[in-house]
């Protein structure tokens, strides 16, 4: 029996991946008085966010928790911060809830024509993340069952938070 599976396929024949960077910012993570994300940027090796568009990501998440737009309250996490070509931004906030479950808001922003990051709004099948996120989210699901096996104590909670990923994907 012929198969032909490339039919079963959504990449386009023109595109070629490249790899990118996830670089950790622990000087950048998001803390409020009841809640940790790690930050974390994707972006080719060449490329750097802005530091004041860097800031503005920082400052639209707080005020999305301030106008209980996002809740946070309770959460330990991570925020992938992805610079998709010259100016196109994703920001995907990831929180562990109900123990062993990973919850996301993601957020856009095309840096050429918006003034500021606005809510992805999905449909019945959803884009979760790409594969260069992906780098980021495995190894914080790792360290999150490493964290679920631990006393989940103030040391543990402490080695979650510096348990980071840096490298190519």
């Known amino acids: ?26 000087d950048h993570d998001l803390v409020l008085p009841d809640a940790h994300l790690k930050w974390y940027e994707v ?16 400052e639209f998440l707080l005020a999305r928790v301030a106008d209980r737009d996002l809740d946070l309250s309770g959460d330990l996490g991570f925020v992938v911060h992805h610079l998709c070509g010259e100016a196109f931004h ?17 957020y856009a922003r095309d840096a050429a024509r ?4 606005e809510r992805v709004e999905q449909g019945r099948h959803l884009q979760v993340v790409c594969v260069w996120e992906m780098g980021a989210v ?17 040391a543990a909670t402490r080695a979650y938070l510096d348990d980071r990923f840096a490298g190519a994907v």
């Open 1 to 26: 029996m012929t198969q032909h599976l490339t039919r079963f396929t959504s990449v386009a024949p023109e595109y070629r991946h490249y790899p990118k960077e996830v670089v950790p910012l622990p």
């Open 43 to 58: 972006r080719k090796s060449d490329a750097t966010v802005p530091d004041a568009l860097r800031a503005e990501a920082h």
């Open 90 to 106: 994703f920001l995907i906030a990831c929180t562990w809830r109900n123990n062993n479950e990973m919850w996301l808001s993601v």
């Open 114 to 117: 918006q003034d500021s990051f």
């Open 138 to 154: 495995l190894h914080e699901q790792r360290a999150w069952i490493e964290y679920l096996k631990s006393p989940r104590d103030e």
